[in-house]
């Protein structure tokens, strides 16, 4: 899956598996941080006294402050190094959930929530800009599957952890931050001791032929799918990451252990999923079908088991409403290496910039929608309406990859300097 044209040397070839291993531990670590509030939620509230829509609250201030976050790590991902801005943040965020431990209030766990965001935006144009380096136009789909699965990971991880801590040992949840805080310290060491700053040197982008106005057109027409597409799974994904744990135990019932359990067990669905798309896009791209095809079809097949949770107003709890939970999870996060392998083909040089801005918007409109996700479910007592919709609306992502994003553009493959060195 490494770039085309010379191949890299021997050092990066002998690294390269590490470093998408660090990568996947990176993505896992954002995770277990993000997912700690949504698996004490009811705890929490119970603590605080909080609503729905205040719950939603704390998910939205996360999600503004993440989308400006985007936008200024975009810009420092092109500009500064990714080999040290990546662990800068990772600690910075690690040390902020540690903090929220600590919160005394419902002020300052907006404060902590905020500040989370802000940092974990960090991570995706770290990463993207370094699975761009390393790896081919036809890979990066199976390499982000890889690099996304890492979320899934830490999200099985989470809810175990918290189990073993709240039910099995009787701890506060403040306690969970703290331990879940700490994780990450340790992976910056692995990062700096893998990583040369000469991986992530990318090389000048070759001449396409094209008129400039045709390139122009190109680009818009690109940057209107992505734009279209981030809204929609990263609002959906968002929608179920936050609200899955609340769901379960406030509106069917299900207990505390019964809850953490199923979770662990959805975000190990939905990392089957994740891997199983980056794979199937790669087998098809192989096998003759072009590159935008192969992706398209793929994110078609993972449009279907989200489309199970429109009948979620006629379930009620049992073994298939678990299951239709369990593959939308798996369809929901399917989506994401192929948006992210589109969002690739953009620009060479402006990655970092290209991935800020779309999750500047994706996360403007994910935050937006948990406040009135919250107050829905308060004013009808009932989170199935909402998850409907949620599941409804993956259609249009998909007619803007298949109707507005551009047949496939000359490969964007050029001569690899020489990373020996």
Not at 278 to 291: D, I, Y
Request: glycine share 10%.
């Amino acid at each position: 899956m490494l770039g085309g044209g010379k191949t890299a040397g021997p050092p990066l070839e002998r690294r390269v598996a590490a470093i998408a291993g660090l990568l996947l531990l990176a993505s896992a670590i954002n995770y277990m941080d993000r997912q700690t509030l949504a698996n004490v939620a009811v705890r929490l509230t119970r603590e605080f006294d909080l609503t729905n829509e205040q719950y939603g609250r704390l998910e939205e201030w996360f999600g503004y402050a993440f989308a400006a976050g985007s936008l200024v790590f975009g810009v420092l991902a092109d500009r500064v190094s990714v080999r040290w801005l990546y662990p800068a943040a990772l600690l910075a965020w690690s040390a902020v959930g540690f903090a929220t431990g600590f919160a005394a209030d419902y002020d300052q766990l907006l404060v902590c929530r905020g500040l989370l965001g802000f940092c974990e935006a960090a991570h995706w144009p770290c990463a993207l800009k370094t699975t761009q380096a390393l790896l081919s136009k036809r890979g990066r789909a199976l390499g982000n599957g890889i690099l996304q699965s890492g979320t899934s990971i830490g999200s099985i991880v989470t809810p175990l952890v918290i189990w073993w801590l709240l039910v099995r040992q009787g701890q506060s949840w403040r306690f969970a931050f703290q331990i879940v805080g700490l994780v990450g310290t340790l992976w910056i060491v692995g990062w700096l001791a893998t990583t040369r700053a000469a991986d992530f040197v990318q090389p000048a982008a070759p001449p396409t032929g094209e008129p400039r106005a045709g390139r122009f057109v190109g680009l818009g027409r690109k940057l209107v799918a992505v734009l279209v597409v981030v809204t929609v799974i990263n609002t959906v994904w968002q929608i179920l990451r936050a609200w899955i744990p609340k769901i379960l135990q406030e509106e069917h019932g299900y207990s505390e252990a019964t809850t953490l359990w199923f979770t662990a067990g959805w975000f190990a669905m939905s990392d089957v999923g994740c891997i199983a798309s980056g794979w199937l896009a790669w087998r098809l791209a192989g096998r003759g079908w072009s590159v935008k095809w192969s992706r398209v079809a793929t994110f078609a097949l993972c449009c279907v088991p989200c489309l199970g949770l429109v009948a979620m107003p006629w379930l009620s709890a049992g073994p298939v409403l678990l299951a239709a939970l369990l593959v939308a999870g798996a369809g929901a996060l399917g989506m994401f290496p192929i948006y992210y392998s589109f969002t690739q083909d953009i620009s060479r040089s402006r990655q970092g910039l290209v991935t800020g801005v779309a999750s500047f918007v994706a996360w403007v409109a994910s935050a937006w929608f948990q406040k009135p996700f919250g107050r829905l479910a308060d004013q009808t007592h009932s989170f199935s309406v909402g998850l409907a919709a949620a599941g409804a609306v993956t259609l249009v992502a998909l007619a803007a990859w298949a109707l507005v994003w551009p047949e496939d553009d000359p490969p964007l493959a050029a001569p690899e300097p020489d990373r020996s060195a």
